[in-house]
């Protein structure tokens, strides 16, 4: 959802009269936290897919660590309003997760409505170490990814609440980078 979220924000701000290059000005403080968790984050997902087992018995670990470095990352930018909103949907997406033992709940009815039967099995099979199936144990299972896009859009996928407020955070900051410093250019 994050590669759908840059693009639709990057468009709505050049429409709205954005810049591309008010991004050699941004600011993010700590960058680098952000990129260290995705890192570990694909990293896991590929090598637990490859049959590393300690990998799949430590992804409660992974994603603690994972989700301490974004925390971490969106703490230095508190004091922009999208890194709040970014925040509350890391928040979500993290309760969710450690209370389903490291793992995000997915509705499987979604994957299946979604056409990502493949994906499921996935799941099922324990192949995706990141995402478990949800089921009647499952806690808070109305924050796990229950919502879905459907064909005919190209890539279907499900997703959370979290997902959303990211998302909402994530094109806020680029409208702000992209606009706001244009407004704060002619100003002076």
Known sequence: ????????????AKLRGGKFSNFQDAILKKWYLFISAFVIE???????????????????????ISYTLLFAGCCFNIKKTAFRIILIGFLLNFLVIMLNGGQMPVASDAMLKAGLSDNLAAIQAGRIVTHTVINEATRLSFLGDILRISRPYPM?????????????????????????????????
């Open 1 to 12: 959802m994050l590669v759908e979220t840059v693009g639709v924000s990057l468009a709505a």
């Open 42 to 64: 694909f990293a896991s997902v590929y090598t637990a897919s490859k049959g590393v087992l300690f990998i799949s018995n430590n992804i409660f670990y992974i994603h603690l």
């Open 156 to 188: 279907p996928k499900v997703y959370s609440i979290g997902d959303i407020i990211m998302a909402i955070g994530v094109f806020l900051y680029i409208q702000e980078i992209m606009i706001v410093k244009n407004k704060l250019r002619k100003i002076k």
